[in-house]
C-alpha cells in the first residue's frame, strides 16, 4: 500500500539553525514528491515538488529538498531558519496511475529565539 | 493569487445533527478535493471530483457523509447524522487537471466541533 512517513512529530530549532525534516516513501515506483506547509488554522501551500530531473529541489521560502532513491527519502532543508517558519510540515506522494495524493501524519516546527 | 473560498470557517453541532459545508474552488479548475485532517494527523482524502464526476470516494462514509458538484463548479460536503468522532477540519483543494505534479491548493477549511 501507498504510504508516507514522517518520523519526527515534533521539532525544536533555534533561529538563524539550520533545518531537515524526514520524509520516506513506501511502494516500488518513484512516486510524485511534494511538500506542503501548513500555518495554524490554515489550509496547506506547496513549497516544492518533484518527480525527475536534478535530485536537489529548490522552493518557495528558501526551502530546499533532496530525493535519495537508494533510501525512498524526500528530505526537506532550509540552511537557516526564520521565526516566521513556525508550522506544520507535511509530506505527500502520488503515485503514477493513481491520482490519489497521500500525506504523511506531519512535522510540528517549533522555533526557539 | 485565486483562492478557494470555504465556508463557514467554523461550526459547532450536537451529534445526531446535519450539518454541510460549502467550497468554491480556483476559476477553471476541474479538479475538486474534500479532505478531513484529524488533530495531529495528516489530511486524509474523502472524495475526489473531476468535473461533475467522482473520481474517487473509497474513503468516504457514505451511510451518513455525501457530496455533491452538480455543476461542475463549486461543491458542497454534508454530515448526517455528525458523531462525535467527526470533530475535524475539513479542507477542500482544487487543481486545474489532476494527477502528476501538479498543485493543489487549499482552502483555509471548516473546522467542525461535534458536541
Known amino acids: 500500500a501507498q504510504s508516507v512517513t514522517q518520523p519526527d512529530i515534533h521539532i525544536t530549532v533555534s533561529e538563524g539553525a539550520s533545518l531537515e525534516l524526514r520524509c520516506n516513501y513506501s511502494?516500488?515506483?518513484?512516486?510524485?514528491l511534494f511538500w506542503y506547509v501548513q500555518s495554524p488554522g490554515q489550509g496547506l501551500q506547496l513549497l516544492l515538488k518533484?518527480?525527475?530531473?536534478?535530485?536537489l529541489v529548490q522552493g518557495i521560502k528558501g526551502f530546499e529538498a533532496e530525493f535519495k532513491r537508494s533510501q525512498s527519502s524526500f528530505n526537506l532543508r532550509k540552511p537557516s531558519v526564520h521565526w516566521s517558519d513556525a508550522a506544520e510540515y507535511f509530506c505527500a506522494a502520488r503515485y503514477f496511475g493513481n491520482e490519489k495524493l497521500t500525506f504523511g501524519t506531519g512535522t510540528r516546527l517549533t522555533i526557539i529565539p | 493569487e485565486a483562492e478557494v473560498a470555504q465556508s463557514p470557517r467554523y461550526k459547532i453541532t450536537e451529534k445526531s445533527q446535519a450539518v454541510a459545508f460549502w467550497c468554491d474552488p480556483i476559476?477553471?479548475?476541474?479538479?475538486l478535493y474534500w479532505y478531513r485532517q484529524i488533530l495531529g494527523q495528516g489530511p486524509e482524502l474523502l472524495v475526489q471530483?473531476?468535473?461533475?464526476?467522482?473520481?474517487?470516494d473509497s474513503q468516504l462514509p457514505k451511510d451518513r457523509f455525501s457530496a455533491e458538484r452538480l455543476k461542475g463548479v463549486d461543491s458542497t460536503l454534508k454530515i448526517q447524522p455528525a458523531e462525535l468522532g467527526d470533530s475535524a477540519m475539513y479542507l477542500c483543494a482544487s487543481s486545474a487537471t489532476g494527477g502528476g505534479l501538479e498543485k493543489l491548493f487549499f482552502g483555509s477549511g471548516t473546522q467542525l466541533s461535534v458536541l
Open positions: 476559476s477553471g479548475h476541474a479538479t
Open positions: 471530483f473531476q468535473d461533475e464526476s467522482v473520481v474517487d
Open positions: 518533484y518527480f525527475s530531473g536534478d535530485t
Open positions: 511502494y516500488g515506483a518513484t512516486p510524485y
